[in-house]
């Protein structure tokens, strides 16, 4: 017996439609689905909002999108303002000139971020690369290699402005290899460690390596077998 294909979703304009299992998804404009949404691509140029989970092969956002639910992904290119209401999960996730929001866990593969970050639970991926513009929070960082520094695009705006746009605040980091610029943390914890200007780190834990700016603050310094 023969499978049915997967029909495709196009959404043009101000529209509101139930969610479902769909082929590709497509919307231009302020576009509401209602209830869980499968598809194997959703590409999104304008404002929209899933009411429920929203399951993706491949996403492309640009502009705003909120998940009420969970968000799950193989691949995500994001540009704009992102908010998931619940926890996040792929292999690869691209945050470009905007914010990434997430009230749980935000686990991945790989994470690169060229703007700001907010993952009120776990931001945790094999490697994580951020480049803030933006002051970031998470509440625990997870992974093989963390590195975290500003955008070029912030070292320029710190000439003229002397807010603490760009900084990360975490409780606890942890990693194989951390490398760390214009971060707030209570607990450093790795094997090979570098703690750059502009941070502030209650304590550093480390096994192989520590190197300490002299732009830098911390107030521990334990190394650990």
Do not use: W
Request: charged letters at 25%; one cysteine or more; proline letters at 1%.
């Amino acid at each position: 017996m023969s499978i049915p294909s997967k029909g495709n979703l196009r959404l043009v304009g101000e529209t509101t439609m139930n969610g479902g299992v769909f082929g590709r998804v497509s919307i231009i404009g302020d576009s509401r689905l209602i209830g869980r949404t499968q598809c194997d691509s959703f590409s999104c140029t304008g404002n929209s909002q899933v009411e429920g989970e929203l399951a993706a092969g491949s996403m492309k956002v640009i502009g705003e999108l909120i998940v009420e639910g969970d968000l799950k992904a193989h691949t995500a290119k994001l540009t704009g303002e992102i908010r998931v209401q619940g926890s996040s999960q792929g292999d690869r996730l691209n945050v470009t000139g905007g914010m990434f929001h997430v009230e749980g866990n935000c686990e991945y593969e790989q994470i690169l971020v060229r703007g700001m970050i907010v993952a009120k639970g776990l931001l945790s991926a094999d490697r994580i690369d951020l480049r803030l513009f933006g002051g970031s929070t998470a509440s625990e960082i997870g992974g093989g290699h963390i590195l975290v520094k500003q955008s070029k695009a912030m070292s320029l705006k710190k000439l003229f402005v002397s807010h603490d746009f760009g900084t990360l605040r975490a409780g606890t980091i942890e990693g194989d290899v951390i490398e760390l610029e214009h971060t707030i943390a209570d607990v450093v914890r790795g094997n090979r460690v570098t703690i750059g200007p502009g941070c502030e780190i209650g304590r550093v834990e480390y096994r192989d390596d520590l190197r300490l700016s002299k732009k830098a603050k911390a107030a521990k310094q334990v190394r650990i077998d």
